[in-house]
């Protein structure tokens, strides 16, 4: 049995999907922010510690994201209980982000256990970087995301190409120009 809708009904359940979208948009900008400030923060640190201050261990610096995953964590099972439905554009960003989280351990551990280590490490840090936001920038149909992926796989190959020091100014200007420039974009977006 086919359903048939009137012109009206049409425009209503269009506009209505634009507004979802546009949920999902505002809705993700939190995590977009909160790991954008964290990761770049913590790059210009462990750049800062490295490059300025010689100091040994500047690869702590990254324990801080112990912070941003229980806020993560809690936020994401907050927001569930208080909208009660998981949207198609909220399901598919996050099991995106997930994978991509997923990611970065197994990369840790993988670079961890190379002969070239972390010397090699950044390039494939903004290569993840420029898949999540690129793919997030398709789903929730935002330019900018898009934009900043396709400028990070630009950034990953130029990175390769430069010392370890300067990989991390590279990485700096990756999550600048793929999620904090476009966290901000967002919400005059999603008006």
Known sequence: MEDKFSPQESLLLIQSMIEKTKSGISGNRFYFLLWGWITFISILIQFFLKVVVGYKHHYLVWFITV??????????RRKGR???VRTYVGESMGNLWTGIGISFFVLVFLISNTAQGWLIGYPFFILFYGLGTFISGKILQFKPFVIGGII???????AILVHFDYQMLFAAAAILISYL???YLIKSEAK
Do not use: R
Request: hydrophobic share 50%; proline share 9%.
């Open 67 to 76: 912070v941003p995953i229980v806020i993560t964590i809690l936020h994401t």
């Open 82 to 84: 208080k909208h009660g």
């Open 181 to 183: 420039i476009p966290a």
């Open 152 to 158: 990070n796989w630009i950034l990953a190959c130029g």
